[in-house]
């Protein structure tokens, strides 16, 4: 989610200030304070991105980056070899090798990933992320 922070000068300091006093942002060490960031981000979706005040946007950016950097910390997510990688997004996703032959090649060759007998080519890759919406290192 690329964004643009507008200038300091172009922030209404007294609105921002008011807004920074309610939330009173600070690094995020517990879950409550996460869930009370996330709150403060969610309300701000329900505006809309592109509906939001510059100083909105500012704390919108701001309260995401604490909430990214407490869940790094809090939720590490563990390097992972891409068949397993692969397994867990078939799992969470409800699909069967039969359901990935298109990315892969066929679905034999999708059981050979799977148990690790073949590894993920750069190509496989590029489609199974765009498939999965994520990047495609995540397959290699």
């Known amino acids: 989610m690329a964004t643009t922070i507008a200038p300091i000068s172009e922030l209404n300091i007294a609105e921002y200030g008011r807004m920074l006093a309610l939330f009173a ?3 995020i060490r517990t879950e409550g304070e996460n869930q009370a960031a996330l ?3 969610e309300s701000l979706l329900e505006k809309g991105e592109q509906n939001l005040s510059p100083e909105e946007q500012a704390m919108f950016d701001l309260v995401t980056t604490l909430i990214e950097q ?3 910390r ?3 997510i563990p390097d992972a070899p891409p068949h397993e990688v692969l397994r867990d997004l078939m799992e969470h996703n409800g699909l ?7 990315e892969i090649g066929s679905r034999a060759r999708v059981s050979e990933i799977l148990t690790g007998k073949r590894s993920i080519s750069k190509e496989q890759a590029k489609r199974l992320g765009a498939r999965f919406g994520i990047s495609a290192a995540a397959f290699i």
């Not at 069967?96 to 298109?102: E, F, G, K, Y």
């Open 25 to 27: 942002p600070k690094a």
């Open 96 to 102: 069967a090798s039969v359901d990935l032959a298109v």
């Open 74 to 76: 809090a939720y590490p």
């Open 39 to 41: 709150a403060i981000v």
């Open 70 to 72: 407490f869940e790094e």
